[in-house]
């Protein structure tokens, strides 16, 4: 099982300085090892062809065989994490199950939230219920599942990568999507206000100017949303 050892990556990257970035990264992050770091596809493909590989870090355009080449030949032997400065590979990527895309330049802390997705996809999915038992929702955090009491959230703010559930005593990070979130909460307390933001109705202070105020923290209601929340708020 990876869960007792150490994950074992694969670079491959036509620009020398982009290996040894992620080399370099993945040297920094703990429960990482680096297998092999190379611009041979080849190379690569004989470690992976051994079965020695976890995870594969691969660009797209290479001059012997493009990364959404390479990806087919290989994608059922390890997972895959795509990195390139161009944005519209990403649809092929996503097609073909990679764990994340990411564009060049990749920063560290976008490498890091790669690695969590990848961590998560090896976690069997939790079984939970569709709506909250009593006052409380469990949620996938890093490695874990942490409790969140319901009274507690003031907000849900949706990210780039991941939510914020902000509460009382400060904010949670999870990789849970917002439409899920949704699914989980119950419907009576919490509403969407905004596809970047969940409310609980019971903590708003005010509402003026086409905005939801929690603890003088203004939040804006979408127009799509505008509707279903004023209704919503008619409701017990």
Do not use: W
Request: glycine share 4%.
């Amino acid at each position: 099982m990876i869960e007792s050892r150490s994950i074992r990556c694969v670079i491959v990257d036509d620009e020398p300085l982009a290996v040894n970035l992620l080399a370099d990264y993945v040297q920094r992050t703990p429960g990482l090892v680096c297998s092999l770091a190379t611009t041979q596809v080849m190379d690569a493909l004989a470690v992976i062809e051994q079965g020695q590989t976890d995870l594969l870090l691969l660009d797209i355009q290479m001059p012997e065989l493009t990364g959404i080449q390479f990806m087919k030949i290989v994608r059922n032997k390890c997972n895959i994490i795509l990195a390139s400065a161009y944005p519209q590979y990403a649809i092929d990527g996503y097609e073909n199950d990679v764990v994340d895309y990411l564009l060049k330049p990749v920063t560290y802390d976008r490498f890091v939230i790669a690695i969590a997705k990848f961590k998560n996809k090896l976690q069997p999915t939790p079984v939970l219920p569709a709506k909250p038992q009593n006052d409380h929702i469990f949620l996938k955090t890093s490695n874990r599942l942490q409790r969140i009491d319901l009274s507690s959230v003031d907000y849900i703010e949706g990210l780039r990568d991941y939510v914020a559930i902000h509460t009382k005593t400060g904010k949670i990070l999870s990789l849970e999507k917002m439409k899920h979130l949704l699914e989980l909460l119950p419907s009576e307390n919490f509403v969407r206000i905004h596809k970047s933001y969940i409310v609980n109705k019971t903590k708003i202070t005010f509402i003026e100017k086409g905005a939801v105020i929690i603890n003088k923290i203004s939040l804006p209601i979408g127009d799509t949303y505008r509707e279903e929340f004023m209704n919503g708020l008619r409701s017990p």
